[in-house]
């Protein structure tokens, strides 16, 4: 897909978050136990913000050649692409559970993710954080958390 056609996918993810802000707001109130002024003031706004700023960079990433300083000389070059990581886990927190989520998952649709491969799984950590974490066919994980959730 071209660039300018994620950039156009990513923005109109964030101008629905965005219309949608109030609903968005209560639910991730709701989910995090937190007032709607902080989840509408904060949450909602930034996870809007996070697919306009990978709708920007996706139209700076166009697999080119960048020149470097007395590198043709040298046999050197340097060039940008993109480069799948593998199966991704994002185990989002209960404090901020959206906006971290849209901060794992932006940059995975800017990258060009086919159709049917995100999958959102919810429930307690001690079960599907647990899973994720420790299934093989995981590549990297995303994970925000104290030292002590990390270890448990």
């Given at each position: 897909m071209a660039p300018n056609d994620?950039?156009?996918i990513l923005l109109r993810v964030a101008e629905g978050i965005t219309k949608r802000e109030r609903e968005f707001?209560?639910?991730e109130a709701r989910d995090a136990g937190k007032p709607?002024?902080?989840?509408?003031?904060?949450?909602i706004r930034f996870s809007a913000y996070a697919f306009k700023y990978f709708a920007g960079i996706s139209r700076e990433?166009?697999?080119e050649v960048i020149p470097m300083k007395n590198g043709v000389a040298r046999?050197?070059?340097d060039f940008t692409t993109y480069e799948p990581y593998g199966v991704a886990a994002v185990i989002s927190p209960f404090n901020y559970p959206l906006?971290?989520?849209t901060r794992s998952l932006a940059p995975a649709l800017e990258a060009g993710v086919p159709a049917g491969v995100v999958n959102i799984i919810s429930g307690a950590g001690p079960v599907c954080g647990e899973a994720l974490a420790s299934d093989e066919d995981v590549d990297v994980i995303a994970f925000t958390g104290s030292e002590e959730v990390e270890g448990a």
């Open positions: 994620r950039a156009s707001a209560e639910m709607i002024a902080e989840t509408r003031g904060f949450d990433v166009r697999r046999g050197l070059f906006h971290l989520l």
